[in-house]
Structure formats: structure tokens, C-alpha cells
């Protein structure tokens, strides 16, 4: 076989596969920094780390929509379609459309959110509920910041960290966010100077938007079309 080596030959080329794809690391090709998919329950085990009595708001992004379906307010093409979308109303897969969002707009996508059982949102450094903030008020928010869950750490919270960070990730398509209370903030929830936590369980490096592909074997195999070099074909 023109493609041989002795890693096939010896078979020891099946076991590196294995290995590789079991206990590699992926670096971004941008910046460097390791690529980490957040499941949700390494997000449940570091947030339970932190000190005791910590206030959390737990949501997810959602970006307005218009009632045809199409994501108002962001910079993307027409009926740009994202392939690691996910079944939730914030990441629907819908066209986008460069516009700023208009009143129906945001009506319709607070009326979603109230069909699905949402009912607070975090604007401008407070939360509110979706019933006491007129639409006409949130015009310059292309994307609405959804809460999910208010916690507050005591004991072994874990299990209800998981069950948030897991609503979230189905709603938004596998990206949430955790918003700590500053400790020495007065008056509203989630004053200025609280602390935002990023997560998404998507393999991808969240600095750069870059996303990659996960370590499998085929990944490791020059024999194999997926991870064959695209100009030798694996000849060398």
C-alpha cells in the first residue's frame, strides 16, 4: 500500500489514534489558548466553587426576532444559517437581518419568552421582569439577556447548577452565562461591577470564534478522507 508506514504495518498506528483522541489537547490556531467544551456539569463544579453565599443569575443571549422568525439587530448576511445551531428559540437558525429592532420585534419575542416560561431579563446592569419593562424601552438591545435562575450558593448546589446551565444551553443553542453579584454593590441585582462568566459547550475557542473539530480517531488517520492532508491525500 503506497500509503504504509511502519505505524501501519506494526498496528502500533491504531493504538497512537486512540490516544490522541482520547487525551489530546487542542490548541487555537489564533491565540494559543486551550479549546475546552463547557459541559454542564464542569459549569455546575466551578461555579459551586465559589465562596459561599455567592448571588448567581443564570441565563442565556437571545436575540430579538421579528414574528417571521428572523434575527433582528446583528451584523450578519441574509439567511446566514449557524450548523452548531441548537433547537432553542435564542439560536433558531433563522435569517438575520441588519436592521435595529422594531417594536414588534421585541413584542413578539417577549411574548416567545413568555410562552416558554421566561420571565425575567437583565437590562442595563438590572433585573427586571418581562412584565414591567414596556418593549419600547429596550429598542437598543439587539440581544435580550434572559435569566433563567437566581441562586444563591449554599451547600451543594450542583444539582440545580446543572439544571439551569442545561435549560440554557438548549434555549441558546449551547452557550449560558452566570452573572455574579459584586459583593460590595448596593441597590439593584447585578449592579455595575458584577463579575460575567462566558460558557459554551461548543468546541470551539471563544476568544477567536473559532470553532474545531472534536478528537476522534478518523481525525488521526491519513488513511481516512476526514483527516487525510487535503493536498497529498495522505501520500506524503
Do not use: W
Not at 487555537?28 to 459561599?52: K, N, S
Not at 419575542?109 to 412584565?131: A, M, S
Amino acid at each position: 500500500n503506497p500509503r504504509s508506514t511502519v505505524g501501519t504495518t506494526t498496528e502500533i498506528h491504531d493504538y497512537l489514534r486512540l490516544l490522541f483522541a482520547r487525551i489530546g489537547r487542542t490548541f487555537c490556531r489564533q491565540c494559543g489558548q486551550e479549546v475546552v467544551r463547557d459541559t454542564a456539569e464542569i459549569v455546575a463544579r466551578h461555579l459551586g466553587g465559589l465562596p459561599e453565599s455567592t448571588r448567581l443569575l443564570i441565563g442565556f443571549d437571545m436575540p430579538v426576532m421579528d414574528p417571521g422568525g428572523v434575527h433582528e439587530g446583528t451584523d450578519a448576511e441574509p439567511d446566514e444559517e449557524d450548523s452548531d445551531s441548537g433547537q432553542g428559540i435564542g439560536d433558531s437558525g433563522f435569517g438575520v437581518r441588519n436592521t435595529a429592532p422594531t417594536l414588534a420585534s421585541l413584542t413578539f419575542t417577549l411574548n416567545e419568552l413568555r410562552r416558554k416560561g421566561f420571565h425575567r431579563l437583565y437590562v442595563n446592569g438590572c433585573t427586571v421582569t418581562i412584565d414591567d419593562v414596556p418593549p419600547n424601552e429596550l429598542r437598543d438591545q439587539a440581544t435580550l439577556k434572559v435569566i433563567i435562575d437566581r441562586i444563591k450558593l449554599e451547600g451543594d448546589m450542583r444539582a440545580r447548577l446543572t439544571d439551569s446551565i442545561e435549560m440554557a444551553y438548549r434555549e441558546a443553542g449551547g452557550t449560558a452565562f452566570a452573572i455574579e453579584d459584586n459583593p460590595g454593590a448596593t441597590g439593584a441585582t447585578g449592579a455595575t461591577g458584577a463579575k460575567v462568566h462566558i460558557f459554551s459547550e461548543r468546541f470551539e475557542c471563544q476568544n477567536c470564534n473559532l470553532t474545531y473539530e472534536a478528537p476522534q480517531p478518523r481525525l488521526f488517520s491519513f488513511n481516512n478522507p476526514f483527516g487525510a492532508c487535503p493536498t497529498c491525500h495522505g501520500f506524503g
